[in-house]
């Protein structure tokens, strides 16, 4: 709704997962270059945890797209180990087959690994949420995948991703296998900023812009400069550095800068997009 008024040719803060939205901030390079190193040159899974809405997903898909690898994403791992070795296998390009016991999905993911590992490649899954997961057969399947072996390191790298409680869930057979536990913290002031004019600077509208439309109230305004360096602060601080509610904070700014005409972001606008978005004021 807001695009054309600020020269976007889309939407910069919906909730995404697509590797493309990925703003390189230093800490997340630096936390990605870590995870990348364990997984690539150790025996052990990583962790990556952090509090809800730190980007942690959009993380792990990042270093999906950075590993020669096939990837392999389980958005809800809290299953039985038997339909979470199913999926797994699946996942590795064999057929269904969703009466296989324990023992044979295990058998099914071990051919899928070795038909890979004779291509040269390796498999990344992605166990997401991993917090919800309740049933220590589950995290024992996981420590099992590990052992298969070809030639060197396993055949399959595992991150598991979730909140920081996840810590204390962990089986000692698992943890003790660890090769990384890695915090997605919450945004500095500076990353808030950068991570902002990131997404907009991806959603910019100002070079495909047609010379035969009517100007808008922002026209002369770059999309890095739709919010000013007050708004950036504020969005900072309402937001608590959670990338997740910067987007929802952001989104509902530059919807309504749009309705009240305004030709970038202010800090009072940020204000009101806050305290529709929390109107008890708890993140006012």
């Known amino acids: 709704m807001y695009e054309s008024h600020f020269r976007l040719v889309r939407r910069p803060f919906l909730e995404s997962v697509d590797p493309a939205w ?6 997340h390079e630096a936390l990605l270059r870590r ?4 997984l690539e040159h150790s025996g052990g899974p990583a962790i990556l945890h952090g509090p809800g809405g730190s980007g942690k997903t959009l993380l792990a ?12 994403h389980l958005p809800f791992p809290a299953l039985p180990a038997a339909d979470l070795l199913n999926l797994l296998a699946e996942g590795l390009g064999m057929p269904p087959s969703p009466s296989a016991t324990p ?8 051919t899928g690994l070795a038909a890979l590992a004779l291509q040269g490649r390796r498999a990344f899954l992605i166990v997401d949420d991993a ?3 309740r049933d220590p057969s589950t995290f024992e399947a996981l420590r099992l995948l590990l052992n298969f072996a070809t030639d060197g390191p396993p055949d399959l790298m595992v991150l598991v991703v979730g909140t ?7 089986p000692p057979s698992l943890a003790d296998r660890l090769a990384a536990r890695c915090l997605a913290a919450p945004l500095i002031a500076s990353e808030s900023s950068q991570y902002i004019l990131g997404r907009l600077a991806a959603a910019s509208g100002s070079a495909s812009a047609s010379a035969s439309e009517p100007p808008s109230a922002s026209e002369s305004a ?17 937001a608590a550095g959670l990338p997740r509610r910067l987007n929802r904070l952001a989104d509902l700014a ?21 305290r529709e978005l929390d109107p008890d004021g708890l993140a006012a």
């Open 22 to 27: 990925y703003v390189p901030l230093p800490g």
């Open 35 to 38: 995870l990348r190193y364990a």
């Open 61 to 72: 898909r990042r270093l999906a797209s950075q590993l020669d690898a096939t990837g392999i």
């Open 103 to 110: 023992g044979e999905s295990l058998r099914r993911v071990r």
């Open 131 to 133: 917090q919800t997961i």
């Open 164 to 170: 920081t409680e996840l810590l204390d869930d962990l």
């Open 222 to 238: 770059r999309p890095a400069a739709l919010f000013s360096p007050a708004a950036l602060a504020s969005l900072h601080y309402h």
């Open 254 to 274: 530059l919807l309504v800068g749009y309705a009240q005409d305004l030709p970038l972001v202010d800090a009072p606008t940020i204000a009101v997009a806050a």
